[in-house]
C-alpha cells in the first residue's frame, strides 16, 4: 500500500509510517497539474494533504481509496467527487483544538490592549502612552461562542481562567450540557451574539453553516464589540462584517478571511485588514508543534488501521442514512458459493445491495448473511433464493 504526502508533515509523521512498514512518497511542494500526474505515475493509493486542494482531476487520476486531511477541516477536497468514486475522505478533528483556542485567545487579548498597533508604532520610534493605556480589559466581559465542539469546548475554562462569563449557540448544544459546561445555552446564533462583548467563532464550514454569520448577526452585535474568527472565513457573509466594522465600530480578529492565499506565501489583496479595528494572522490556528504532532500521529493511525481493517476511521463522507429499505437475513452453511447463488438471485430481480456482512459461527460451518437491499424482493425472488443452493438453511425478511 503505498502514500503519497503532498504537503508538509511532521518528520514524527513520516516515522511512523516507516514503523508501520508503510511505503510513501514525500512531496510537499506538489499542487496542481503536478499533483494529477504525480497521483497517476505513483500508483498511490492513499493521499495525505493538509492545505493542498484536492480537485476532481486529482480523484480521478489514479488508483486512490483514501484521503486524509492531517487536520480538522476538509472543505479543501473535493468531497462529492470522491464520494463518488467510493474514496474515503478522513480526517484528524480535535487534534488542533488547543491550539486553535490559545490563538483565539491572543487575538482576544491583542484587539483588547491594541497589541498590534503598540508594536508597530514603537517599531517606527513612536511613544503613545497616553494613547494606548486605555483599554476595557476582560475580567466581567461576556464571552460568546458561536460552535461548541472540541475547539469551543476548550474556550470555555479559558473564559474562566480570565473572569469572563459564557453565552454559547450550538446545534447541538442541549441544555443538560450547557449545564454541565456551566454556560448560558443561547437559542440561535444572534442572541449569542446580542449577549456578548466578545464573540468567538468555532463552527466547520458545511452549506447549512456557509454565510450563517449574516446582517442580523452582526446589527444584534454590542456597538464596539469584539468579533474572533479562527474557523473558516465562508462561515460569515464578508460585506456585514465590514459594514459592522465601519458603522457600528466592531473590533475584528481574523485567523481566516475572504481572499485567503491559497499558498504558504504571497500576496494579500483583503481589504477588511484596511478598515480600523481589524487585525489579523496567516490562518495559523492549528501550527504549533504540540498541533502538528498530534495530528501526525493521528494520520498515521487512521492510515494503518485501514490497512488493518479495511475501515478507516474518522471518515466524513459515509451515508448518514443508507438508502436500504428492507434487510435480508439468511441463515446458511459455510460453503463455497452460497453468496453467489444468493446474490445472483437477487441481482436478476433488479434489487441493489447497499451493504453486506457475512457472520461466521464457530467451527466455520455455518454463517448468517446481513443483507441489506433498496426495495423488499417478493415472494418469488425469495423462493427463487431457496432453490438456487440447497446450503441456504433459513430466509427472513425485515423492514428497516
Given at each position: 500500500m503505498k502514500v503519497l504526502i503532498a504537503d508538509k508533515f511532521e518528520e514524527s509523521g513520516r516515522d511512523g509510517l516507516r514503523e508501520a512498514g508503510l511505503e510513501f512518497l514525500y512531496e510537499p511542494d506538489l499542487k496542481e497539474d503536478l499533483l494529477v500526474e504525480a497521483i497517476r505515475s505513483s500508483g498511490a493509493e492513499i493521499l495525505v494533504v493538509r492545505?493542498?486542494?484536492?480537485?476532481?482531476?486529482?480523484?480521478?487520476?489514479?488508483r486512490l481509496v483514501l484521503v486524509v486531511r492531517a487536520g480538522a477541516g476538509f472543505?479543501?477536497?473535493?468531497?462529492?467527487?470522491?464520494?463518488?468514486?467510493?474514496?474515503?475522505?478522513?480526517?484528524?478533528?480535535g487534534k488542533n483544538?488547543?491550539?486553535?483556542?490559545?490563538?483565539?485567545f491572543g487575538l482576544i487579548l491583542a484587539l483588547d490592549?491594541?497589541?498590534?498597533?503598540n508594536t508597530a508604532d514603537l517599531k517606527r520610534g513612536v511613544w503613545n502612552?497616553?494613547?494606548?493605556?486605555?483599554?476595557?480589559?476582560?475580567c466581567g466581559r461576556t464571552l460568546g461562542l458561536i460552535g461548541v465542539g472540541r475547539i469551543g469546548t476548550e474556550m470555555i475554562p479559558r473564559a474562566r481562567a480570565f473572569g469572563m462569563p459564557v453565552a454559547a449557540w450550538s446545534r447541538s448544544l442541549t441544555p443538560e450540557r450547557a449545564a454541565q459546561l456551566r454556560v448560558e445555552l443561547k437559542?440561535?446564533?444572534?442572541?449569542?451574539?446580542?449577549?456578548?462583548?466578545?464573540?468567538?467563532?468555532?463552527?466547520?464550514?458545511?452549506?447549512?453553516?456557509?454565510?450563517?454569520?449574516?446582517?442580523?448577526?452582526?446589527?444584534?452585535?454590542?456597538?464596539?464589540?469584539?468579533?474572533?474568527?479562527?474557523?473558516?472565513?465562508d462561515v460569515v457573509d464578508q460585506p456585514s462584517l465590514e459594514w459592522a466594522v465601519r458603522e457600528r465600530g466592531v473590533r475584528a480578529g481574523l485567523d481566516v478571511f475572504a481572499g485567503e492565499p491559497p499558498a504558504g506565501t504571497?500576496?494579500?489583496?483583503?481589504?477588511?485588514?484596511?478598515?480600523?479595528?481589524?487585525?489579523?494572522t496567516h490562518h495559523i490556528g492549528a501550527s504549533t508543534d504540540q498541533a502538528q504532532e498530534a495530528i501526525a500521529a493521528e494520520t498515521v493511525r487512521i492510515i494503518a488501521e485501514y490497512r488493518r481493517t479495511g475501515r478507516p476511521p474518522n471518515v466524513v463522507n459515509l451515508a448518514k442514512k443508507s438508502p436500504a429499505t428492507h434487510l435480508l437475513v439468511v441463515r446458511h452453511f459455510d460453503r463455497v458459493g452460497v453468496l453467489a447463488a444468493v446474490f445472483d438471485e437477487i441481482k436478476a430481480?433488479?434489487?441493489?445491495?447497499?451493504?453486506?456482512?457475512?457472520?461466521?459461527?464457530?467451527?466455520?460451518k455455518a454463517a448468517v448473511a446481513r443483507i441489506h437491499l433498496n426495495q423488499a424482493p417478493s415472494e418469488e425472488v425469495l423462493r427463487s433464493i431457496r432453490r438456487s443452493t440447497s446450503d441456504v438453511i433459513e430466509l427472513s425478511l425485515l423492514p428497516l
Open positions: 492545505s493542498t486542494l484536492v480537485t476532481r482531476p486529482m480523484l480521478e487520476a489514479g472543505n479543501t477536497i473535493d468531497v462529492d467527487a470522491a464520494s463518488e468514486r467510493g474514496i474515503y475522505v478522513a480526517n484528524c478533528p483544538s488547543l491550539a486553535v483556542a490559545e490563538l483565539a490592549r491594541r497589541i498590534p498597533d502612552k497616553k494613547e494606548y493605556s486605555k483599554a476595557r480589559g476582560l437559542g440561535s446564533p444572534h442572541e449569542a451574539a446580542a449577549a456578548s462583548d466578545i464573540v468567538s467563532v468555532h463552527i466547520a464550514l458545511t452549506p447549512q453553516t456557509r454565510n450563517l454569520l449574516d446582517r442580523g448577526f452582526f446589527e444584534a452585535m454590542k456597538p464596539g464589540s469584539y468579533f474572533i474568527n479562527t474557523s473558516r472565513a504571497g500576496t494579500v489583496e483583503a481589504g477588511i485588514f484596511s478598515l480600523p479595528g481589524v487585525i489579523g430481480a433488479g434489487i441493489n445491495v447497499q451493504e453486506t456482512e457475512n457472520i461466521v459461527f464457530d467451527g466455520a
